[in-house]
């Protein structure tokens, strides 16, 4: 649900969906999560069961574990703070065992694995009260269209820019340009020049996340 919750507030920016996905992180790390790491699949309040399940498998349906390490990387990326990805870590480090000696069970946890370990690209697309919508359409085909799967998107509104800031600081001091949408494509909070052009936000999107110098050691490409 969290991560069907993210991927809405990806798609159209309604603020109602992160503030529903952060609820329910914290209902997670409340009543399932287990002190040696990972999250089991029955709450605390849940009746006596023989073993509490601590799912660990991607099958046809991804284990609960997988998905929520990704929710967590993802949370980090949109609100800057370093608790999930303490959360996510922990994760990670429970099914460590799993992860080095038979990779193929956690299939989707690997995509989490590929999130945190590569740079992520934080994308905030300031949006004028009253936009043109074809201009609005195209930075929002660039966007989506682009093949930069490890990256998040927010969209900030006149309308909705003071309650996303008290939430992402990421959206902070990120306005339209010249009454356009305006397009900040950011890396650890590092952001490049911000461009109306939804060709250059494609170009952006579209460069290698690995340069030669910071390609991690044992990496080829």
């Known amino acids: 649900m969290i991560a069907a919750?993210?991927?809405l507030y990806e798609s159209d920016g309604a603020l109602v969906w992160l503030k529903e996905a952060l609820a329910l992180e914290t209902l997670v790390e409340q009543y399932f999560r287990d002190k040696r790491g990972g999250y089991f699949r029955s709450p605390s309040f849940h009746e006596s069961l023989l073993v509490r399940e601590k799912n660990?498998?991607?099958?046809?349906?991804p284990a609960g574990n997988?998905?929520?390490?990704?929710?967590?990387?993802?949370?980090?990326?949109?609100?800057?703070?370093?608790?999930?990805?303490?959360r996510a870590?922990?994760?990670?480090?429970?099914?460590g065992t799993q992860?080095?000696?038979?990779?193929?069970?956690?299939?989707h946890m690997l995509l989490a694995l590929d999130f945190k370990l590569e740079r992520t690209r934080q994308v905030v697309l300031a949006i004028p009260s009253d936009p043109?919508?074809?201009?609005?359409?195209?930075?929002?085909?660039?966007?989506?269209?682009?093949?930069?799967?490890?990256?998040?998107?927010v969209r900030a509104t006149s309308k909705n820019q003071a309650a996303l800031s008290a939430l992402l600081p990421l959206v902070n001091a990120k306005l339209p340009r010249e009454g356009k949408p305006?397009?900040?494509?950011?890396?650890?909070?590092?952001?490049e020049l911000p461009t109306t052009s939804p060709k250059k936000v494609r170009a952006l999107l579209s460069k290698?996340?690995?340069?030669?110098n910071n390609e991690p050691k044992g990496v080829k490409r």
């Open 5 to 7: 919750l993210l991927d």
């Open 56 to 61: 660990g498998s991607d099958n046809a349906v």
């Open 66 to 86: 997988s998905v929520h390490a990704m929710n967590l990387l993802r949370l980090q990326a949109f609100t800057s703070k370093d608790v999930y990805r303490q």
């Open 89 to 95: 870590e922990a994760l990670f480090s429970a099914f």
């Open 99 to 107: 992860l080095s000696n038979g990779p193929a069970s956690l299939s």
């Open 132 to 153: 043109n919508q074809e201009a609005l359409q195209a930075m929002n085909d660039a966007i989506s269209q682009s093949n930069s799967p490890n990256r998040v998107v």
């Open 182 to 191: 305006t397009a900040y494509i950011c890396e650890n909070q590092v952001c």
């Open 208 to 212: 290698a996340l690995y340069s030669q």
